[in-house]
């Protein structure tokens, strides 16, 4: 079983910033994409941002130029740096990855997610 445990968030004011982290454990042979995704209230849930193995990045239009992804495979962990928040980031913040336990065999497994509110 894989396990998913994300930091947690808290409160910030407008222009903060805020770092979650996500580590994951359990019987892992290899781990793909990593990445961070987040729910706000009465929204569908929307990504934020992934990372692959090798590093290579993609993120959403709104967090561009705010927000950093970044992963350590030797601790099987991923990091969101989040700068220059704003009151339309609080949501609930949710860790993924794409987690092979044998060779060929791989699924997605979520993490149990963390708030973040920027509000004054």
């Known amino acids: 079983q894989v396990q998913l445990v994300e930091s947690r968030g808290g409160l910030v004011q407008p222009g903060g910033s805020l770092r979650l982290s996500c580590a994951a454990s359990?019987?892992?042979?290899?781990?793909?994409?990593m990445g961070w995704y987040r729910q706000a209230p009465g929204k569908q849930r929307e990504l934020v941002a992934t990372?692959?193995?090798?590093?290579?990045?993609n993120y959403a239009d709104s967090v561009k130029g705010r927000f950093t992804i970044s992963r350590d495979n030797t601790k099987n962990m991923v990091y969101l740096q989040m700068n220059s928040l704003k009151p339309e980031d609080t949501a609930v913040y949710y860790c993924?990855?794409?987690?092979?336990?044998?060779?060929?065999?791989?699924?997605?497994?979520w993490g149990q997610g963390t708030q973040v509110t920027v509000s004054p």
């Open positions: 990372i692959t193995k090798g590093g290579s990045t």
């Open positions: 993924n990855a794409d987690v092979a336990v044998v060779a060929g065999h791989h699924y997605g497994v």
């Open positions: 359990g019987s892992i042979f290899s781990i793909y994409t």
